[in-house]
């Protein structure tokens, strides 16, 4: 028996090794992500409920591995941060973003994800207010989404950058809201533009009446506080039609589109196919 434990034990560690190995492999791939334009961003379309008008897009990053395809993001973001990649990858995606954005020819709004650890980077209002000069983006079209683990991972910090970004005119949403662990808490120390309900919720929904409660609370709490709430993971109609019959702002999810090549080469495309 105790050969047998040693054994598994043993297979345990070389198994440990292997995925400790391999992220350290994906972690030298991605340091040349960038130069080798290997990454890309999507954009998905978010929409105001009562009239149905597009309201602006959130950029989604994308990795183009050269030998392993597409790496989703949920593995790699991680692995960036850990490799403290996410900051020059985070201010690409950033630059990237605004960058398209001027390019629409109505002002909508992009919103940019933000990791943790570039919420908490001393310069980061800095970064911000950087790009938003070199791309000539008025503040007021750029929204951050944050989440809530990343005010907690040093608070003060946080809320320090977060207000000095906050007077640029830049908009911050908190991005996943419920999933954390004092998601009131956080909600109550700082002022956000906008509340994002994670998408598990709406995705729950259609079998779980919590799920649903829980939505109308949240969008009960938006109305107390007078922040707008839009909900994620519209997938179908019968979310979209809850979702307006309780009050919910606005919305993102597949059955409104999915995330999808850069609104201004899409624009491209359509003069090019009517000419
Ligand atoms: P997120 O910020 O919560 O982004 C929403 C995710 O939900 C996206 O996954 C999107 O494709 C997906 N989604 C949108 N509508 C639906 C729907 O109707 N149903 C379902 N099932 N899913 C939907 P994606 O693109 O794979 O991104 C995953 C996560 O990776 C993001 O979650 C975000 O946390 C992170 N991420 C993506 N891009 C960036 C980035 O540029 N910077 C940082 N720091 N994180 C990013
Ligand atoms: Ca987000
Ligand atoms: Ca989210
Ligand atoms: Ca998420």
Not at 32 to 42: F, G, K, P, T, Y
Not at 135 to 154: F, K, Q, S, V
Not at 205 to 211: F, L, N, P, V, Y
Not at 235 to 245: G, I, V
Request: proline share 4%; with cysteine.
């Amino acid at each position: 028996a105790k050969g047998q434990l040693g054994e598994s034990l043993c297979f345990y560690e070389s198994s440990m090794d292997e995925s400790a190995r391999a992220r350290r492999k994906l972690a030298n791939d991605l340091r040349q992500a960038i130069d080798r334009h290997e990454l890309s961003l999507l954009y998905q379309p978010q929409c105001y409920l009562e009239s149905g008008a597009l309201s602006g897009y959130e950029a989604l990053l994308r990795w183009h591995h050269p030998l392993r395809g597409s790496v989703p993001p949920d593995e790699f973001i991680p692995i960036a941060e850990e490799a403290g990649l996410i900051i020059p990858i985070g201010e690409w995606v950033l630059r990237e973003a605004c960058r398209e954005a001027m390019h629409w020819q109505d002002d909508y709004r992009i919103a940019v994800n933000l990791s943790a650890i570039q919420l908490v980077q001393p310069d980061i209002a800095s970064t911000v207010t950087r790009v938003l000069l070199e791309t000539g983006l008025p503040a007021r079209r750029l929204e951050l989404e944050i989440t809530e683990t990343a005010i907690i991972a040093d608070k003060a910090r946080a809320l320090r950058n977060l207000r000095q970004i906050k007077a640029l005119g830049v908009g911050i949403a908190m991005d996943d809201f419920g999933t954390g662990y004092s998601s009131l808490d956080t909600l109550h120390s700082f002022p956000f533009d906008k509340i994002k309900i994670d998408k598990s919720f709406l995705l729950q929904s259609d079998k779980s009446e919590q799920a649903q409660a829980i939505i109308r609370a949240v969008l009960g709490l938006g109305q107390s506080l007078k922040i707008p709430v839009l909900a994620e993971g519209v997938e179908t109609e019968e979310h979209l039609a809850m979702l307006l019959s309780e009050g919910c702002q606005e919305a993102q999810g597949y059955y409104l589109g999915r995330p999808g090549h850069a609104p201004s080469l899409l624009a491209q495309t359509l003069q090019l196919g009517a000419a």
